[in-house]
């Protein structure tokens, strides 16, 4: 039988944290998932911990899913990313009919991953740097749950659930 996946969804305390978290937990492969709390230190101490405790050498991929809800959804081709995997994630982009919401822009972008990348555990940042028109919501009093975007949710939702079936036959 093969292992269980060991999951953590970091920083979701949001409406689409919460979905990813219920659907992760009836994965017949899934652990329960964790759900953590972003405070600005949390992946780097938890990267920390795993690395101690060594759960780190059992993770095989840490996919990350940030500002994933605007309505003019375009994943950014994240240059800090593992290639190997965000080759895997457009490719489950394509399976699902929906790569044009993926990559047609590049860019190096400081976030959570980070402190797992630099421990070598493969990793990808899922997320759409320009939240509205010119980023004018990102942080902001106008950051409301009226400018989230269901189909956007769903999108990035079912490219990571394919993702990780993906993942599962590796």
């Not at 899934?30 to 972003?38: F, K, S, W």
């Not at 895997?88 to 993926?102: D, I, K, T, W």
């Not at 972008?109 to 990793?123: A, M, N, Q, W, Y």
């Not at 010119?134 to 956007?152: A, C, E």
């Amino acid at each position: 039988m093969a292992a269980r996946l060991k999951t953590a969804v970091l920083g979701a305390t949001g409406y689409s944290g919460l979905e990813l978290t219920r659907l992760l937990a009836k994965h017949p492969r899934v652990d329960t998932p964790l759900q953590l709390r972003r405070d600005g230190h949390g992946a780097r101490h938890l990267a920390e911990k795993w690395e101690k405790d060594g759960t780190l050498k059992k993770v095989k991929a840490l996919l990350l899913m940030d500002m994933i809800g605007d309505a003019d959804l375009n994943i950014e081709r994240e240059t800090n990313s593992t290639p190997w995997l965000t080759d895997l994630v457009y490719e489950a982009a394509e399976r699902n009919g929906v790569q044009s919401h993926f990559y047609a822009r590049a860019a190096a972008i400081e976030d959570d991953h980070l402190p797992f990348v630099k421990r070598g555990v493969p990793s990808i940042d899922i997320i759409d740097l320009d939240y509205g028109y010119n980023n004018v919501f990102h942080h902001t009093p106008q950051d409301t749950l009226d400018k989230l975007s269901p189909r956007s949710l769903e999108i990035v939702g079912n490219t990571t659930l394919e993702a990780l079936r993906m993942l599962d036959r590796r």
